[in-house]
């Protein structure tokens, strides 16, 4: 191979690589959104729940936010004896990513100590 057909065959990869990525680059995927949901934690209730199914290897971004008032967050993995994933206390926002170890089902829950807690909860897999 000449020297001139090395150049041609570099520059059609890297115009190939460009065209394939261009796309992807502008205009990045978004993440699915599994649940987004506002909640109101009262004095009758200081506990909300979300169960969801995920996959082995799904990546999961877990964000609440409150009305200035923390909550706990717990991630448990729904089995025989209920394994916490994750467990925070007393915080305002949290931004929680991880990486899912089996396929199965899971518990979302945010606790309050007092009432009339307002908070947002979106769960994004990637």
């Not at 205009?27 to 109101?40: A, R, Y």
């Amino acid at each position: 191979m000449t020297q001139a057909q090395s150049f041609a065959v570099a520059v059609a990869i890297v115009v190939l690589s460009f065209t394939l990525l261009a796309p992807r680059i502008a205009h990045p995927s978004e993440p699915t959104v599994i649940l987004s949901q506002s909640v109101t934690l009262t004095d009758v209730d200081y506990t909300w729940q979300a169960n969801l199914t995920l996959n082995k290897g799904d990546q999961v971004d877990v964000k609440v936010s409150t009305s200035n008032q923390p909550v706990d967050l717990r991630i448990t993995q729904e089995c025989a004896d209920h394994v916490v994933l994750y467990d925070e206390e007393g915080q305002t926002f949290y931004d929680y990513r991880w990486t899912v170890a089996e396929y199965g089902p899971y518990v979302f829950s945010l606790i309050a100590d007092v009432g009339n807690v307002d908070a947002t909860v979106t769960i994004t897999k990637a």
